[in-house]
């Protein structure tokens, strides 16, 4: 696992895992680490100096993250013990008297930048694939092998906190060099000369800072003026960039940085332990870590992705709809080198889409990440046009245009000449069904649903919607396409609003429904926020405006098809009343649930108050469960009837596509967490009490008999 190499008094110890293909912390490493500290003890006083690397293309790929999902809240103890050793097998290493550095050849994340960080001196190879960070809050949890105590050390708490620890950035070698987290970067080729070279310059006694005589933490402690000014604003801070929302490592890692900052080492590495072990055998980061890890690496694995297609490329894309949809497309699509033709009604239309991309980059330009000549590049790669005939070339066609399905079929067939012949065809509608506007498609099996979320350059999910007749080949390639312009792709089958949409109208009619019945639209906008909903309800419909349950709706009964409608939901008799008696359509009317005020925050329109009710309360619990409830339970309704086809799916589509709150690791794990029991019985206590659409599916009752889970 480590291999031990003494060439004339330098001891490399090279981290190679045979088990895995990166270096986690496990066993196995703690008792190579374990063994190699003890040796370098006893020979300490023959030895020059310790290089530090890895034989893998990772540096050290941090903790074992299949055990931390493993850990009970029973296993407290022994976790505490666990991290504790991995602690003082790297205080030895600090404190041994001879210089120890670390050469980072690849990605030092959470443990292994806490390994680097025991090093009395970090050297990076000089490449754009390095990532350097601890990115444990993201998966809430804290660095617990030292990463609060010597950040705070060696930044100081205002750098250690605002820049490495709350953030859990993963940074390129040059942001970590000038961040300070590491001190050189040089030519990969040259790294470990360069380590010895240090080594060979070092002159005196090898100690950290903080272990020398009359150190002082850089900036001060809580206790000095300048972080006394600081400081107390910052949980006040801390919540309004979390809402409110329950979750736990932020204010953990603030913690433990501060009463850390105000002892001494030994103390301050106990109490982030301590923080540590709450965090590690809490529920929160337990779901964190199956979303944002498992889940995530199985979709990016390409788990949904058919098999046996060969590895597709996107070269010249044709975008029909220069609007807001259309626009973003392009943007996203030229960022990573795709030829885009942008179509439109007229030039005029076209151009003023490619306007969008000139405005997203001049920002970039005023940044500094950008220069003009790269930006001049970029905007050559997008060339707006009225004209089908210049689609020639395109092997992928992306649909933008007005929802509305004879349009949509119309444009299709405009290019259906002019492009590749097996050029692939996306719809990004959000509503209209696949199936059937493949109807009057030609080629419906390379035909299939690509839909986007608004603002398409910062929304990191794409759902991939399958016809009855699209192919695996198409799955395949549209799969490849948005892993090439670097976004998630969920796969589902067709259904009337999908997946992404059907879940997300469950939870906005659940906050009209709520209006309906006299609550207070400030307690129920409040709840979801404090739940974690990244925005609440009654603001989300107003934005995605009140019309469209009628549209769904509308369209469903002209179907005849009322799955995924809202046909009897109680929230209707709201959005219904709002548009039809008081021309209340929503933000880009300049009216909803919200007012719109020319100056000023938007605020809820006092009418509410008025024309719904008569005032009921009902529990803050409720309020909040009648929100996650109606989206799991429709979440589970998809899994039943065959829309959703993998649990990852489920999870990371309801939070990166419609904001499930992410400390629940999404919809399917946070039944999973609830217990499946539980939910059942819960699920029929708000049906009895406010309707019965949270009755629970036959599958999940199913499921909660014989003791299964979502997985
Ligand atoms: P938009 O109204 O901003 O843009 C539609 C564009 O299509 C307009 O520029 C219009 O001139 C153009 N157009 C109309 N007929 C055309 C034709 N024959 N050839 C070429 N272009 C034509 O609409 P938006 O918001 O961009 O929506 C486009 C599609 O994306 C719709 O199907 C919508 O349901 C869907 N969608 C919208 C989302 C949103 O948040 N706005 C989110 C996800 C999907």
């Given at each position: 696992?480590?291999?031990?190499?003494?060439?004339?008094?330098?001891?490399?110890?090279?981290?190679?895992?045979?088990?895995?293909?990166?270096?986690?912390m496990?066993?196995?490493?703690?008792?190579?680490?374990?063994?190699?500290?003890?040796?370098?003890?006893?020979?300490?006083?023959?030895?020059?100096?310790?290089?530090i690397?890895?034989?893998?293309?990772t540096?050290?790929?941090?903790?074992?993250?299949?055990?931390?999902?493993?850990?009970?809240?029973?296993?407290?103890?022994?976790?505490?013990?666990?991290?504790?050793?991995?602690k003082?097998?790297?205080?030895?290493?600090?404190?041994?008297?001879?210089?120890?550095?670390?050469?980072?050849?690849?990605?030092?994340?959470?443990?292994g930048?806490?390994?680097?960080?025991?090093?009395?001196?970090?050297?990076?190879?000089?490449?754009?694939?390095?990532?350097?960070g601890?990115?444990?809050?993201?998966?809430?949890?804290?660095?617990?092998g030292?990463?609060?105590?010597?950040?705070?050390?060696?930044?100081?708490?205002?750098?250690?906190?605002?820049?490495?620890?709350?953030?859990?950035?993963?940074?390129?070698?040059?942001?970590?060099?000038?961040?300070?987290?590491?001190?050189?970067?040089?030519?990969?080729?040259?790294?470990?000369?360069?380590?010895?070279?240090?080594?060979?310059?070092?002159?005196?006694?090898?100690?950290?800072?903080?272990d020398?005589?009359?150190?002082?933490?850089?900036?001060?402690?809580?206790?000095?003026?300048?972080?006394?000014?600081?400081?107390p604003?910052?949980?006040?801070?801390?919540?309004?960039?979390?809402?409110?929302?329950?979750?736990?490592?932020?204010?953990?890692i603030?913690?433990?940085?501060?009463?850390?900052?105000?002892?001494?080492?030994?103390?301050?590495?106990?109490i982030?332990?301590?923080?540590?072990?709450s965090?590690?055998?809490?529920?929160?980061?337990?779901?964190?870590?199956?979303?944002?890890?498992?889940?995530?690496?199985?979709i990016?694995?390409?788990?949904?992705?058919?098999?046996?297609?060969?590895?597709?490329?996107?070269?010249?894309?044709?975008?029909?709809?220069?609007?807001?949809?259309?626009?973003?497309?392009?943007?996203?699509?030229?960022?990573?080198?795709?030829?885009?033709?942008?179509?439109?009604?007229?030039?005029?239309?076209?151009?003023?889409?490619?306007?969008?991309?000139?405005?997203?980059?001049?920002?970039q330009v005023?940044?500094?990440?950008?220069?003009?000549?790269?930006?001049?590049?970029?905007?050559?790669?997008?060339?707006?046009?009225?004209?089908?005939?210049?689609l020639?070339?395109?092997?992928?066609?992306?649909?933008?245009?007005?929802?509305?399905?004879?349009?949509?079929?119309?444009?299709?067939?405009?290019?259906?000449?002019?492009?590749?012949?097996?050029?692939?065809?996306?719809?990004?509608?959000?509503?209209?069904?696949?199936?059937?506007?493949?109807?009057?498609?030609?080629?419906?099996?390379?035909?299939?649903?690509?839909?986007?979320?608004s603002?398409v350059?910062?929304?990191?999910?794409?759902?991939?919607?399958?016809?009855?007749?699209?192919?695996?080949?198409?799955?395949?390639?549209?799969?490849?396409i948005?892993?090439?312009?670097?976004?998630?792709?969920?796969?589902?089958?067709d259904?009337?609003?999908?997946?992404?949409?059907?879940?997300?109208?469950?939870?906005?009619?659940?906050?009209?429904?709520?209006?309906?019945?006299?609550i207070?639209?400030v307690?129920?906008?409040?709840?979801?926020?404090?739940?974690?909903?990244?925005?609440?309800?009654?603001?989300?419909?107003?934005?995605?405006?009140?019309?469209?349950p009628?549209?769904?709706?509308?369209?469903?009964?002209?179907?005849?098809?009322?799955?995924?409608?809202?046909?009897?939901?109680?929230?209707?008799?709201?959005?219904?009343?709002?548009?039809?008696?008081?021309?209340?359509?929503?933000k880009?009317?300049?009216?909803?649930?919200?007012?719109?005020?020319?100056?000023?925050?938007?605020?809820?329109w006092?009418?509410?108050?008025?024309?719904?009710?008569?005032?009921?309360?009902?529990?803050?619990?409720?309020?909040?469960?009648?929100?996650?409830?109606?989206?799991?339970?429709?979440?589970?309704?998809?899994?039943?009837?065959?829309?959703?086809?993998?649990?990852?799916?489920?999870?990371?589509?309801?939070?990166?596509?419609?904001?499930?709150p992410?400390?629940?690791?999404?919809?399917?794990?946070?039944?999973?967490?609830?217990?499946?029991?539980?939910?059942v019985?819960?699920?029929?206590?708000?049906?009895?009490?406010?309707?019965?659409?949270?009755?629970?599916?036959?599958?999940?009752?199913?499921?909660?008999?014989?003791?299964?889970?979502?997985?």
């Amino acid at each position: 696992m480590i291999d031990w190499k003494n060439v004339e008094g330098v001891v490399t110890l090279t981290m190679d895992d045979p088990s895995a293909s990166a270096n986690t912390m496990n066993d196995a490493y703690l008792a190579a680490m374990g063994a190699a500290v003890e040796r370098l003890q006893a020979e300490k006083d023959d030895l020059k100096g310790v290089v530090i690397t890895s034989a893998k293309p990772t540096f050290f790929a941090g903790g074992n993250l299949q055990l931390l999902s493993r850990i009970q809240p029973s296993d407290a103890a022994e976790v505490f013990e666990t991290v504790e050793e991995v602690k003082r097998q790297l205080r030895i290493l600090e404190t041994l008297g001879v210089p120890v550095v670390a050469a980072i050849n690849g990605s030092a994340l959470g443990g292994g930048l806490e390994i680097a960080l025991a090093c009395h001196h970090r050297i990076v190879a000089d490449d754009n694939r390095i990532e350097l960070g601890v990115p444990e809050v993201t998966l809430g949890l804290l660095p617990g092998g030292g990463g609060v105590t010597r950040t705070v050390r060696m930044l100081g708490l205002q750098d250690a906190l605002m820049k490495v620890l709350l953030q859990g950035q993963r940074m390129k070698p040059l942001h970590a060099l000038s961040v300070g987290i590491v001190d050189e970067v040089v030519p990969a080729g040259d790294l470990l000369d360069a380590a010895h070279r240090w080594i060979a310059s070092y002159d005196g006694d090898a100690k950290q800072p903080w272990d020398r005589d009359g150190y002082k933490i850089p900036g001060g402690t809580p206790s000095s003026p300048k972080l006394a000014a600081f400081l107390p604003a910052f949980p006040a801070n801390l919540r309004k960039q979390l809402k409110g929302a329950p979750y736990p490592a932020p204010r953990a890692i603030m913690s433990a940085a501060v009463e850390g900052s105000q002892v001494d080492f030994a103390t301050a590495s106990r109490i982030e332990s301590r923080y540590f072990v709450s965090l590690a055998t809490g529920q929160i980061a337990k779901n964190m870590i199956q979303a944002f890890f498992f889940d995530l690496q199985a979709i990016n694995a390409g788990a949904s992705r058919p098999s046996g297609v060969p590895k597709y490329q996107a070269r010249k894309v044709g975008v029909l709809g220069a609007g807001m949809m259309g626009a973003g497309i392009a943007y996203v699509c030229a960022k990573v080198g795709i030829e885009v033709v942008l179509k439109d009604v007229s030039l005029e239309a076209a151009a003023r889409g490619k306007e969008y991309s000139e405005k997203l980059l001049a920002k970039q330009v005023q940044k500094g990440r950008m220069t003009a000549d790269q930006v001049a590049e970029f905007l050559s790669r997008i060339t707006p046009t009225a004209d089908p005939n210049d689609l020639a070339g395109c092997d992928l066609v992306i649909e933008a245009v007005f929802e509305s399905e004879e349009l949509k079929q119309k444009v299709f067939a405009e290019v259906a000449g002019v492009v590749e012949p097996d050029a692939l065809l996306c719809s990004n509608t959000s509503t209209l069904p696949i199936t059937s506007l493949a109807d009057g498609i030609d080629r419906p099996d390379d035909f299939l649903g690509m839909h986007f979320f608004s603002p398409v350059d910062r929304m990191q999910l794409v759902e991939l919607i399958v016809g009855e007749k699209t192919s695996d080949r198409t799955i395949a390639k549209a799969y490849d396409i948005v892993r090439q312009i670097r976004k998630t792709p969920i796969v589902v089958n067709d259904s009337r609003g999908f997946f992404t949409s059907r879940v997300f109208g469950t939870l906005v009619m659940e906050g009209a429904a709520m209006v309906a019945e006299g609550i207070d639209p400030v307690t129920i906008e409040r709840a979801a926020t404090a739940a974690g909903f990244p925005a609440p309800p009654l603001a989300m419909l107003d934005e995605v405006t009140l019309t469209l349950p009628q549209k769904i709706r509308d369209a469903a009964r002209a179907a005849g098809d009322n799955a995924g409608a809202f046909d009897d939901h109680p929230g209707m008799a709201v959005t219904d009343r709002l548009v039809n008696e008081f021309d209340r359509r929503g933000k880009a009317a300049g009216a909803g649930f919200y007012e719109y005020p020319e100056v000023g925050a938007k605020y809820l329109w006092p009418g509410l108050w008025k024309e719904f009710g008569p005032r009921t309360e009902i529990p803050v619990a409720d309020v909040r469960e009648r929100m996650t409830f109606a989206m799991s339970l429709e979440t589970i309704k998809c899994v039943e009837e065959g829309v959703l086809r993998s649990v990852a799916d489920a999870n990371i589509g309801s939070m990166f596509g419609i904001g499930f709150p992410p400390l629940h690791g999404g919809a399917l794990q946070y039944v999973n967490a609830y217990g499946l029991p539980e939910f059942v019985v819960r699920a029929r206590e708000l049906a009895a009490s406010y309707g019965h659409r949270f009755e629970p599916p036959a599958l999940l009752v199913r499921k909660a008999e014989v003791g299964e889970t979502f997985g």
